[in-house]
């Protein structure tokens, strides 16, 4: 089997991510910090606007300083200069809307930081995993049958095309383990991914495991 290229639209953040998107949003270069972010779209229009901004700008004042310096190196007599405030104004509209858009997304990047720790703290404190008896395993293990058992541990060897595709397969992999707040061993060994999987907490394998593993089986699979 091959796993196909992933495609999410926005990936997981963690808080000094955000805060650094932030910065560079606000005291940078609105939309930059926010593509940081992987908020595609509203980074790009944020960058065009901003960049859209600052261009008439500095068109404005490379008019206005031309005109200045004829004035003071010229022989002859200058024309009166025609000063286009519409372009200093348009320009700084312009930044104004990318700069305070680019704000409203450092805050959505703060509450999603917010967001994801609750229920990380949720999932902390839920109600111990209960391990499963070996008739309990055999019976899961008939439903992952690409799974080896070893004493308490089950695990899988995943073999991909190249070694880019086999990381891209395991940063997949760790968002899932976040998200369930249940984390396999890994082994990397160029292409191929060794994933197993027990409840340290529970002294032994639990459905949670084995449905991590279905959840893995599914992504390798796509």
């Not at 310096?69 to 200058?78: D, K, N, P, Q």
């Not at 990318?98 to 997304?105: C, D, K, P, R, V």
């Not at 690409?146 to 891209?168: C, D, H, P, V």
């Amino acid at each position: 089997m091959r796993m196909k290229p992933f495609s999410r639209n926005r990936k997981t953040i963690t808080h000094a991510a955000a805060r650094n998107a932030a910065l560079v949003n606000q005291f940078a270069t609105p939309g930059l910090g926010s593509l940081m972010a992987g908020r595609w779209i509203a980074g790009l229009g944020q960058l065009i606007l901003s960049v859209a901004g600052c261009a008439l700008m500095l068109v404005f004042f490379f008019k206005v300083m031309s005109y200045y310096y004829g004035l003071m190196f010229a022989t002859g007599r200058s024309h009166p200069i025609t000063i286009n405030w519409w372009m200093l104004k348009g320009g700084g509209i312009l930044f104004a809307i990318s700069w305070f858009w680019a704000l409203a997304t450092s805050f959505t990047l703060f509450r999603a930081v917010a967001k994801g720790s609750a229920t990380s703290l949720e999932n902390f404190a839920a109600p111990p995993k209960l391990k499963l008896d070996a008739a309990q395993v055999i019976l899961a293990l008939a439903q992952a049958p690409e799974w080896k058992l070893t004493g308490e541990t089950i695990a899988r060897t995943f073999q991909f095309k190249n070694f880019s595709t086999a990381i891209k397969f395991v940063d997949a992999i760790a968002d899932i383990a976040e998200k369930s707040w249940h984390h396999p061993d890994i082994d990397i060994r160029w292409n191929k991914v060794t994933l197993a999987l027990t409840s340290h907490d529970a002294g032994g394998l639990t459905e949670k495991d084995f449905a991590l593993a279905k959840k893995f089986d599914e992504l390798f699979a796509r």
